[in-house]
C-alpha cells in the first residue's frame, strides 16, 4: 500500500493545531511551576538557587534554538503548519529567559539594586546575558498581529535580532561555564546547523542582487 502521509503537502486541522498547542502550555508551563515547586520545597539538592539558574538558562536556550527550527521546518517538510508554533515558542522562550533573570536577581541578589546595576554593567557575561533578555523582550511585545500589522516591514527587520539573541545567549552560556568546549559547543554546533539554511539564503540573495544592479 502506497505511503501517503509524506504526500504534499500535510495540513493540520484546528484540532490537532489546538490539540498540540495546549500540550506545549502544559508542558513547557507544567515543567517551570514544577521546578520552582521543587526549589521551594527544598527538592532541588544543595544549591537549588543553581539548579533553578540552570534549569531556566538551559531551557530558554533549547525554547530559543526549538524556536529557530520552526520556519526550515515549515519550509523544507510537507506540513507548512509548524509555523504557526513559532510565536507560542519565541514568547516560552522569553518567560523562561525572565524566570532566570529573576532567579538571579531576587535569590542570588536579594533585589539590592545597586548591586544588580554594576553586575550587569562590569560582568560582561551577564552584560551580553542581559542584552539578550532585552531582545527577546522586544521580540515577545511586538509578537502580536495587531503590532506586525502596524509594524509593516519594520517588524521583520526587528525580528531578525532573534539570531544576535541566540549568539548572545550563547556567548552568555559559555562565558558562565568558563569555556566554550564541552556542554557548550554541542550548543553552538547546534546553533549553526539551524542557522546554515538562512545564512546560505542571505549570502544567495545578496548575490542575486548584486547582479541585478549590475545588470541595471
Not at 513547557?28 to 527538592?43: E, K, P
Not at 533553578?52 to 523544507?76: I, M, N, Q, S, W
Request: aromatic content about 14%.
Amino acid at each position: 500500500m502506497a505511503v501517503t502521509v509524506f504526500n504534499r503537502p500535510v495540513r493540520l486541522n484546528n484540532f490537532q493545531i489546538w490539540t498540540g498547542k495546549a500540550c506545549a502550555h502544559l508542558l513547557i508551563t507544567g515543567a517551570l511551576i514544577w521546578q520552582f515547586l521543587l526549589g521551594f520545597s527544598d527538592n532541588l539538592g544543595a544549591d537549588p538557587v543553581q539548579s533553578l539558574l540552570d534549569f531556566t538558562g538551559k531551557h530558554a536556550v533549547h525554547l530559543l534554538l526549538f524556536t529557530l527550527c520552526l520556519a526550515p521546518l515549515a519550509r523544507y517538510t510537507p506540513c507548512g503548519d509548524f509555523i504557526r508554533y513559532r510565536r507560542m515558542i519565541g514568547v516560552y522562550t522569553f518567560v523562561y529567559a525572565l524566570a532566570h533573570f529573576s532567579t538571579y536577581i531576587l535569590f542570588e541578589l536579594q533585589l539590592n539594586w545597586p548591586l544588580i546595576g554594576s553586575e550587569i554593567i562590569e560582568r560582561p557575561y551577564i552584560s551580553v546575558g542581559f542584552v539578550a533578555l532585552l531582545i527577546l523582550l522586544a521580540l515577545a511585545a511586538t509578537s502580536f498581529n495587531v503590532i506586525r500589522r502596524k509594524m509593516g516591514r519594520s517588524w521583520q527587520s526587528l525580528h531578525n535580532w532573534v539570531y544576535a539573541a541566540i549568539l548572545l545567549a550563547l556567548l552568555h552560556f559559555s562565558w558562565s561555564q568558563k569555556t566554550i568546549w564541552e556542554e557548550p559547543i554541542f550548543y553552538w554546533i547546534a546553533a549553526f546547523i539551524i542557522l546554515l539554511p538562512r545564512l546560505q539564503y542571505a549570502i544567495q540573495s545578496k548575490t542575486k542582487k548584486r547582479k541585478r544592479c549590475k545588470t541595471a
